[in-house]
């Protein structure tokens, strides 16, 4: 019954999530194989930011656009971000105000199929004057493996696109995590009602109806770490989720479902607590660091480089390693606390 309920509700909600997903958020322009890079003077609120991007090539292509205003370190806030397909000759417009004050500049990050593109960038202040203007001559551009099969160094230029957004991505990233946590805890929520109910129903039938295995109650700090470090990593493999969806459907895919089957688990620990669902528990939160940990050498499935080291990714595998470790210390107590005492000879 339960899991019938999260997928329901995953399959609800997973169409809207994918929808989100072509806005991106993906630093890296996944699969486009041009990416431009420019930045603006320095902004100041009440800045009205304008980008004209036309399609100066003979055929469709599909452009990616997203503008953040920089304040290293303490934020970067996402003003534009948007996937298009151009017909040759098309242009489109993108504004943006600054109403977040005084920062470094407006960054411009475009993934394009082709360089037939013309950009037009300028800034007018709140009294209308115009404090910056720069054409596609200033963008940085980056060739790299894409749809095209554009041959650059492409694992190179990913590791600079990642290394040069990294502030960008890290909000971004979290920000989705609170976006999408009510699915993942709705997900535990449920679980957890569901399991307790049933509990409860074998308790109210005597000892006969049993339970699972070994089931134990253990003090409350192992099971608040066991409990809180696999309800962090749902929330976060949740809110990653569109973004690796854009990356690949199999990531996507993936991510929902270890953000789902962690909420569960949690959920069994708290309403169920038993040697099963602490087994289960550590079993899951080292398979993911283990997978974590391949896919820094290797390429992921629907990728063509290896996973790089960033700040959302110690986090997460930091709450998977609280969690193995509560689960891993929980299941030994509960099966010390189940074997039989030794007869003495």
């Not at 003979?58 to 953040?68: A, D, G, N, S």
């Not at 960038?121 to 596609?136: C, K, L, M, P, W």
């Not at 895919?253 to 953000?259: D, H, I, L, S």
Request: charged share 15%; hydrophobic share 45%; with cysteine.
């Amino acid at each position: 019954m339960i899991l019938a309920v999260s997928v329901a509700l995953l399959g609800t909600v997973a169409p809207a999530f994918a929808d989100e997903a072509g806005g991106g958020g993906k630093n890296k322009m996944p699969g486009m194989p041009f990416r431009w890079k420019a930045t603006s003077p320095s902004t100041h609120e009440g800045d009205r930011y304008t980008l004209l991007v036309t399609n100066t090539g003979e055929e469709v292509q599909e452009v990616r656009v997203r503008t953040v205003i920089m304040d290293h370190p303490e934020t970067n806030t996402t003003v534009v971000e948007e996937r298009i397909v151009l017909e040759p000759g098309e242009e489109r417009e993108f504004t943006a105000d600054n109403d977040y004050g005084t920062a470094e500049h407006f960054n411009t990050i475009i993934g394009s199929e082709t360089q037939d593109l013309d950009l037009a960038v300028s800034i007018v202040d709140a009294a209308g004057t115009e404090t910056a203007r720069f054409n596609q001559a200033a963008f940085q551009v980056q060739e790299g493996k894409g749809k095209g099969g554009a041959k650059g160094n492409g694992a190179t230029a990913n590791k600079h696109g990642h290394d040069e957004e990294f502030a960008i991505f890290v909000p971004t990233a979290f920000r989705d995590a609170v976006r999408l946590s009510p699915l993942s805890l709705g997900v535990l929520a449920v679980a957890g009602t569901g399991l307790f109910t049933v509990r409860r129903r074998g308790a109210w039938a005597g000892p006969a109806s049993g339970g699972p295995a070994g089931a134990v109650v253990f003090p409350s700090f192992w099971r608040a770490a066991a409990v809180g470090g696999l309800a962090l990593s749902a929330v976060l493999h949740v809110g990653l989720a569109p973004v690796h969806l854009e990356e690949s459907a199999i990531q996507g895919a993936f991510f929902y479902a270890a953000g789902v089957v962690a909420a569960i688990v949690a959920a069994a620990i708290l309403a169920w607590p038993s040697r099963p669902a602490y087994l289960a528990g550590a079993i899951l939160s080292l398979t993911l660091m283990a997978l974590w940990a391949v896919f820094l050498l290797v390429p992921p499935p629907g990728s063509e480089t290896a996973s790089t080291v960033d700040l959302v990714g110690l986090v997460t595998k930091s709450t998977e390693l609280v969690s193995a470790t509560a689960c891993t210390v929980l299941w030994f107590h509960a099966r010390r606390a189940h074997q039989p005492d030794r007869i003495e000879p």
